[in-house]
């Protein structure tokens, strides 16, 4: 099939029933082509040198025309299929008349509109051999008898049949047309029978190919698939250990756009106020210059945001022309498909995820699935960092608190305590000579509040890193230590405080006399106090005296 006709014959006859048929048809009329120009040259060559036909100029020509003929439609792949064919049949069928003309019935015209019959049935069908059959035997009949009318020229045979007489021609026409149907009436069974197997052949063959084709659709979809889900725990996994939100929205967004294949990728939050839901992050530079605007959008309102964080469902629009919630963003123009999930926590809708495609039907229920498990894994990531946000603020708090009753309490004893300091002087330094001395100060914390300090004076510019180590290592052991000295006091003031109410109290109860009770009572604070006066009064209610 190196023709462009050829190639051609073979696209229409493929599309047919018998397609494989044709193709065969093809390769059989190339190769006849082929033997009969081989045949036709060794016989063009010898007609010619022929005593009975050199003489005869027709006789040349027309054997010069046929064997021209099918040498041309041999060589000139561009010709139609059945251009070709139907001029190699008349070839033959010319070569059969020019015998008839020769030597009458006993020439080789039966053998080569035999041939035709035979080839006919081979290139078109068993019912273009029968005609040719018939069409073939009638003209036989009709040349023996404008011969035996002496209409048509008699040739001059030396042999016993006389071309005038047309018996011969019918006794010998029975026969050949008798063989020449069974022989296409054989070959149209052949045919056929060849014509069933091809068409099983292809049909199994697109069985295969479809089956092929489905094996393949649905490899390409299981390894989709475990993309996704090798997508999504990637996703679960980065975001489970991660803290700040905006990591957790950036991981997430990239994530799915670039494993997913998407257009864009976005996360909405849910305001204070629970009426908008206002963008956090996006992919791309639109989603870069929509956060920057503040993008928000209505709870409840017209987009599939609003829609799916009211209703807490996903929401799917395979077409986004055809769908009546969709808002259209004119940043992102190429959106034909969008599929909004919420981000539920304990029932609530914190916030929505948004993924868009330029394709449209883009997503179906597994990807529902499998994005809507990256929606929860978000919204529990940002639950936990909102937990430790708050608990970090809370910490925060505590410390500030802490700091506070520190400071506090060291005033108490500072003011308690008047003086709160020590000087060391070292007997055996300062020998060296050295004219000059440097300070270094180290403070006194104790958990986060500064308490006091450590001055030390030195020869050296700066202590080395192992003496500013030494230092601060006892600087730290002093504020524990100066911590648990000062809660030490704390805890026997507050012992010798309630020994003291105790005493006082034990005191006062002893005695049942009001006069002596109060006595005891002013006099037992006073010296507990240290007070150089003190006085008790009791009011009696207006109601009591008046009654």
């Known amino acids: 099939m190196s023709s462009i006709a050829d190639r051609l014959f073979y696209r ?5 029933m018998g397609g494989d048929l044709q193709y065969w048809r093809l390769r059989i009329l190339n190769a006849v082509l082929i033997a009969g120009s081989l045949f036709g040259s060794a016989a063009y060559i010898y007609n010619l040198t022929a005593t009975n036909v050199g003489s005869d100029i027709i006789s040349i020509i027309t054997y010069s025309i046929v064997y ?18 139907g001029t190699f049949l008349l070839a033959l069928y010319a ?21 035709a019959t035979i080839l006919s049935a081979i290139f078109f069908g068993t019912r273009t051999g029968i005609v040719v059959a018939v069409l073939s035997t009638a003209n036989y009949l009709a040349l023996g008898w404008l011969m035996s009318m002496e209409i048509m020229a008699v040739p001059n045979l030396m042999s016993y049949l006389d071309p005038t007489q047309l018996f011969p021609w019918v006794s010998t026409s029975i026969p050949y047309f008798i063989l020449n149907l069974l022989v296409v009436l054989s070959f149209g069974v052949l045919i056929n029978s060849l014509q069933l197997s091809l068409q099983k052949a292809t049909q199994l063959t697109s069985e295969l190919e479809e089956e092929r084709v489905q094996l393949q659709q649905g490899t390409t979809e299981l390894r989709r698939r475990e993309i996704q889900i090798s997508t999504a725990s990637e996703i679960s996994r980065a975001i489970s250990a991660e803290l700040d939100p905006e990591n957790i929205f950036s991981q997430v967004i990239n994530l799915v756009k670039d494993r997913f294949g998407l257009y864009y990728v976005g996360v909405f939050m849910v305001d204070d106020s629970q009426q908008f839901a206002v963008l956090r992050a996006g992919s791309g530079n639109a989603g870069k210059i929509m956060v920057a605007e503040g993008h928000k959008l209505a709870v409840g309102g017209n987009s599939m945001i609003g829609w799916c964080i009211s209703n807490r469902q996903a929401r799917i629009a395979l077409d986004v022309g055809e769908d009546a919630v969709h808002f259209q963003n004119p940043h992102l123009p190429s959106t034909r498909s969008e599929l909004a999930l919420p981000m539920l926590r304990e029932g609530i809708a914190i916030g929505a995820l948004t993924v868009q495609s330029v394709r449209q039907e883009a997503f179906d229920q597994q990807d529902i699935t499998v994005l809507q498990g990256i929606a929860d894994s978000l919204a529990s990531a940002i639950n936990n960092a909102t937990l430790y946000r708050q608990l970090q603020e809370s910490v925060d708090e505590i410390r500030s608190l802490n700091r506070q009753y520190l400071a506090k309490s060291w005033e108490d004893v500072a003011l308690r305590e008047k003086e709160l300091h020590f000087t060391f002087e070292n007997p055996y330094a300062g020998t060296s000579g050295a004219q000059q001395t440097y300070s270094t100060e180290i403070p006194l914390v104790l958990r986060g509040q500064n308490i006091g300090s450590i001055s030390v004076e030195h020869e050296q510019s700066a202590l080395t890193s192992e003496e500013r ?13 100066l911590e648990n000295a000062r809660l030490m006091q704390q805890t026997e003031r507050g012992a010798q405080f309630d020994r003291s109410v105790a005493e006082i109290t034990r005191k006062v109860w002893a005695s049942t006399d009001v006069d002596t009770i109060l006595r ?25 005296t008046e009654s």
């Open 12 to 16: 229409r006859a493929t599309n047919g």
């Open 68 to 85: 021209l003929w099918t040498l041309s439609i041999t060589i000139f792949h561009r010709l139609p299929y059945w251009m070709r064919a």
């Open 95 to 115: 070569a059969g008349l020019i015998s008839a003309i020769q030597y009458a019935s006993i020439g080789d015209i039966r053998v080569w509109w035999a041939g």
């Open 469 to 481: 180590n030494l230092v601060d290592g006892i600087a730290t052991q002093a504020a524990l230590a």
């Open 520 to 544: 005891t009572a002013l006099r037992e604070i006073g010296n507990t106090l240290g007070a150089f006066d003190g006085l008790i009064e009791l009011y009696v209610p207006e109601d009591a």
